[in-house]
């Protein structure tokens, strides 16, 4: 059954203080792996897509990387406007239906 | 200049009642989706329709009904309300399915 697994649930980091979450999945065949953030009472919003292993994105304090069990968002030094829940998502390589699978989040809180 | 957009934004209810909430897309996306968070944050997908034809009808009871009158939009009745609907649901859009999904901002069902 596809699957995806983040951790840790939640995370806590004084400014400046640089983490990663993780995000482990089993899936048939990965066709693609997105990163949204998603602050209270708003919807997900598009940080990055990555398709294959060895791949990596970056947006500002933000790098994403690829491998083929898992994903890590790397975070480098982070502000306290970086506080949001942090979502992971795929589609498996034979869906035709453009299903995401999320994972549960990992929420991010970044003291001053 | 919103891409995403759904009304209303919170909705209370009563049990047994029927409601429908709205969704709008400018993006010119193909393919349109509905998604409902649970209390524990989990994004879970319940419909896909693509060009105005249903695509994905996870497992969801029949009291839901997606409606789709063109490419743009998609609408969300639900008939019958129960508590365990109480959810936040949101809309999202993709140009085609394996492509990045964009949602709206939500909508948060209360059934008392």
């Known amino acids: 059954e596809d699957q995806v697994t983040q951790s840790p649930e939640a995370l806590r980091l004084q400014e400046g203080e640089s983490s990663s979450l993780n995000c482990s999945y089993t899936?048939?065949?990965?066709?693609?792996l997105f990163w949204y953030r998603q602050d209270p009472g708003k919807g997900p919003e598009f940080l990055f897509t990555l398709y294959s292993a060895g791949e990596e994105k970056e947006k500002e304090r933000l790098k994403a990387t690829l491998t083929k069990k898992e994903s890590f968002l790397h975070i480098t030094a982070p502000k306290p406007e970086d506080s949001a829940t942090y979502l992971c998502a795929v589609i498996h390589g034979s869906s035709n239906t453009g299903k995401l699978i999320f994972g549960q989040g990992t929420t991010l809180q970044v003291k001053p | 200049d919103t891409a995403v957009s759904q009304t209303p934004k919170y909705l209370v209810t009563q049990m047994g009642n029927d409601k429908s909430i709205k969704c709008e897309q400018n993006l010119g996306h193909d393919t349109m989706y509905w998604y409902k968070q649970d209390s524990k944050k989990f994004l879970k997908i319940m419909f896909s329709y693509n060009n105005k034809e249903l695509i994905i009808n996870e497992t969801v009871p029949n009291r839901f009904s997606p409606k789709s009158p063109d490419k743009a939009h998609l609408n969300l009745h639900i008939n019958s309300l129960e508590l365990g609907d109480s959810a936040v649901y949101f809309c999202a859009s993709s140009d085609e399915w394996a492509d990045t999904q964009y949602f709206g901002p939500g909508t948060r069902l209360t059934v008392l």
């Open positions: 899936v048939s065949g990965l066709r693609g």
